[in-house]
């Protein structure tokens, strides 16, 4: 599925079931957990973002990249 997506984009309905979908776990989750699981998920997005561009760490994040990164961050405060 991964391989899929990252040869076409998935689409609005899918990304706003995904958002339910983390949203209802989030909301189940003690503090803790949730903290947790904001790092494992927004870190890692980050940091793919971070290393998909820029040189040396200068404008490795695109403006589209820090808006999903927001909606990404969204999900989970």
């Given at each position: 599925m991964l391989e899929v997506w990252l040869k076409e984009k998935p689409?609005?309905?899918l990304m706003d079931?995904?958002?339910?979908?983390?949203?209802?776990?989030y909301e189940e989750l003690?503090?803790?957990e949730r903290a947790l699981m904001r790092i494992s998920i927004v870190?890692?997005?980050r940091e793919v973002a971070e290393a998909a561009g820029g040189l040396l760490g200068v404008g490795s994040i695109s403006p589209k990249e820090k808006a999903?990164?927001?909606e990404?961050?969204?999900v989970f405060s």
């Open positions: 689409g609005s309905a079931a995904w958002r339910k979908y983390a949203r209802a776990i003690t503090e803790e870190g890692r997005a999903v990164l927001k990404l961050e969204k």
